[in-house]
């Protein structure tokens, strides 16, 4: 139940297009929903985050579509661009626990110019 | 400092050997977390501290990793007796409080051989 599952695994994407990356989870209990951006040699960075009271958030080119009977999140970059060539990863937390971060595994990205 | 800071970047060890990696948070930040990151794996929790007690401990793999806080500032994550697969990224986050967001210093690549 602590599992969160994040594909695809790898996304190729043209400048200019949009790139999804899909997570899922189990547990009910997870009421904070972060996505982070990682560059090689760097710590994670937080992109934007998302409550289960809200169905999307919007900050800039990223969205969160958050789908809490489907138990459901997905990241979306419109006009993808060079630059936005990271890994990132979706992490879920309980607010009534140790505020631990579980992560899925991760989504290299890499966006074509 | 202006970030998390950890020490040493990079450190290479022989299996058997006791190695120590230091995290110095955010001036303020009560809340610290150690993960580990695997290659081409998500993050795993380790442990949280929360000033210097460490209420959740449950992601240290066995009694060869233990971890201190002290002065409610740095921390000591200490691996005894490494073996090969303790070979990962050891990450350090830290934040204002519990149920802010965590900000990642730039990890220790610990390689046994």
């Known amino acids: 139940q602590q599992q969160v599952k994040q594909s695809p695994q790898s996304l190729i994407v043209q400048k200019g297009g949009i790139s999804i990356i899909n997570c899922a989870y189990e547990?009910?209990?997870?009421?904070?929903f972060p996505w982070y951006q990682q560059f090689p040699g760097k710590g994670p960075a937080l992109l934007i985050a998302?409550?289960?009271?809200?169905s999307e958030k919007k900050e800039g080119r990223f969205t969160i579509s958050f789908n809490k009977s489907a138990k459901q999140f997905s990241l979306h970059i419109m006009d993808s661009q060079p630059g936005d060539s990271a890994t990132y990863f979706c992490?879920?937390?309980?607010?009534?626990?140790?505020?631990?971060?579980?992560f899925g595994s991760g989504t290299r990205l890499l966006v074509r110019p | 400092g202006a970030g998390v800071s950890q020490s040493p970047s990079n450190k290479v060890t022989e299996k058997g050997k006791d190695v120590e990696l230091r995290c110095d948070p955010i001036?303020?930040?009560?809340?610290l977390y150690w993960y580990r990151q695997s290659l081409g794996q998500g993050l795993e929790f380790l442990i949280y501290?929360?000033?210097?007690?460490?209420?959740?401990k449950s992601g240290l793999p066995s009694d060869r990793f233990s971890a201190e806080r002290t002065g409610g500032s740095v921390s000591t994550l200490t691996i005894q007796r490494t073996q090969q697969e303790d070979s990962a990224v050891y990450l350090c986050?830290?934040?204002?409080?519990?149920?802010?967001?965590?900000?990642f210093g730039q990890g220790t690549r610990l390689t046994v051989v």
């Open positions: 992490a879920a937390r309980r607010e009534d626990s140790s505020y631990k971060l579980i």
């Open positions: 001036s303020g930040h009560t809340a």
């Open positions: 986050a830290s934040s204002r409080a519990a149920n802010t967001e965590a900000f």
């Open positions: 998302i409550r289960p009271d809200v």
């Open positions: 547990n009910t209990a997870f009421d904070y």
């Open positions: 501290f929360q000033g210097n007690s460490a209420p959740d």
